[in-house]
């Protein structure tokens, strides 16, 4: 517990939704599995919280704070319409 599997799982999906480094992927074409249905209802929320604040960071309507992984992912993401 505590070693930060969940948010890397989640910046992961992050990843391949914006298509960094692979062609872009929809959260319904991603497979993510844990072991009990607790963890996968975290793990989903997490997972959707992600998107989200992404989806608002890049739309511009926010920064991304000290968020390191979201600040490279916008950096990284081509100009231009999103």
Sequence with gaps: ??????WTI??????????????????????VMTFTRAATRELGDRIRRRLADAAVV???EAGAGDDRVLTGLLAAFPAGEA
């Design 1 to 6: 517990a505590g070693t930060g599997k969940t």
């Design 10 to 31: 989640a910046a992961l999906v992050l990843r391949l939704v914006l298509g960094h480094g692979a062609p872009p992927r929809t959260p319904d074409q991603i497979l």
């Design 58 to 60: 890049f739309r511009g």
